[in-house]
């Protein structure tokens, strides 16, 4: 259960960052040009999961 | 539900930065081993104290919590590097492919942190990157000029590098851990002086 949570933590990191360059270019005081600075990280996240599929074999036929 | 008050301002940052540590901390010590896990947040620690206090700018509202930033995001930089790199066996084991991915990785974040953490009045001090090409540009994402992710990638890089370098070294654990604590001070100077070149 632990380490579950654990090999997650990369992934929650990087989502938190994501989280965070969203909610500020949506609804906090930054200028919807903030959404920009975040899409890297955000094509990061789902290379990421991409990846952790591939990694894990769950790739569907 | 008010989304806005989900945003974290300047002092919830703290929480932020601290939470990320303690959660790089146990990733390290689990998945990889204690010794890790205590010199990467102790080196990334000192990287950061001197990287707030060595020369570079230090507006006056740069908050003490800064300096513990580099330990997280280097970490994940890397942690991501080796997650996705690991997915190809050819690259399995490249530790200069590694260093770099984590640079390049590490600049892609440093563009949404910065960018967040400015919002937010979370004010990061530079990396020192003026007066040279990149900087001289507009190029910017976001409202994110293109170097200050580079000045995180430089940096990344050469942690990253610098800690590969002495863990493959051969050196016995105490040894390794004096010289990669020595060897940050002119880490940092060598991240100034690079990033000034670029």
Redesign the interface.
Known sequence: MLDRFVARIPTLLLAGVVLLGALVGLVGEGDPDDLLATAPAALLLVGYLWAGRRKRGGRAS | MN??S???DASDWRW?VVI?VF??G??AY??LSPYFAVTWIGAGALFGALWCADGFEWPAQVRSEVVLLPV?LFY?AA??TK??V??RDRLRGNHFFHVLMTGV?AG??G??????A???GFHLPSFGIDGNLLSSSDME????PLAVGLGWAVAASAFYGIYKLFDHAGLSKPLQTVVLFVSMPFLVQGVKALSEML
């Open positions: 989304l806005g989900l945003i974290p932020v990320s959660l790089v146990v990733h689990r998945k997280s994940l942690a991501l997650g996705i690991e997915t990785f892609l974040l563009l949404s942190l910065e960018s967040s400015d919002a937010s994402i976001g409202g994110v």
